[in-house]
């Protein structure tokens, strides 16, 4: 009895979950995802045991898949929430969710008030240049904006 694992959150026959999310960006994530627009049922757990994080927070959506822009505005939050598509009561997709390679468009705010991004509409467009501790330079102004400054738009 030892071993024996217990349910904390129960299973979905079809949708998405989001897990290993650090117990303090749950709410974040949920405000990134809008999912108080999204209908189907859903469960939230947070400050669950975690060996990797400490306490962890998930996610589990019904019937609702999401876009990889979605997910590119979660990886700007916390690189260690883990993608789990779930079909027929199984996983049928694992993704590590991750800050793209290259270029962030249109999901994050230049921090610089005086970028045109801020003035005009233009899409923003960031290079990545650390995509560990999270920072990104704007393709307009130059101007850097790190994790602790980033505004998800």
Same mark, same amino acid.
């Given at each position: ?17 989001? &897990? ?6 749950? =709410? ?7 999912? &108080? ?6 469960? =939230? ?10 306490? *962890? ?8 898949? =999401?876009?990889?822009? &979605? ?11 883990? /993608?789990?598509?779930?079909?027929? =009561? ?14 962030? *468009?249109?999901?994050? *705010? ?25 920072? /990104?330079?704007? &393709? ?14």
């Amino acid at each position: 009895m030892e071993n024996e694992k217990k349910l904390l959150v129960s299973a979905i026959r079809n949708g998405t979950v989001i &897990d290993h999310i650090p117990a303090e960006y749950l =709410f974040t994530v949920i405000n990134i995802l809008n999912l &108080d627009k999204i209908n189907s049922p859903m469960t =939230f757990g947070t400050n669950l045991e975690s060996k990797k994080l400490g306490k *962890k927070a998930v996610i589990k959506i019904s019937n609702t898949y =999401f876009e990889d822009r &979605d997910l590119n505005k979660i990886a700007l939050i916390t690189t260690e929430a883990k /993608l789990n598509i779930i079909k027929d =009561f199984k996983v049928s997709e694992k993704r590590e969710i991750k800050v793209p390679n290259s270029t962030v *468009k249109g999901i994050a *705010k230049c921090v610089n008030p005086k970028c045109i991004t801020n003035h005009e509409d233009i899409q923003t467009k960031f290079t990545v240049i650390n995509s560990k501790e999270i920072a /990104l330079r704007c &393709d307009y102004c130059e101007k850097i904006t790190d994790k602790k400054h980033l505004m998800i738009i």
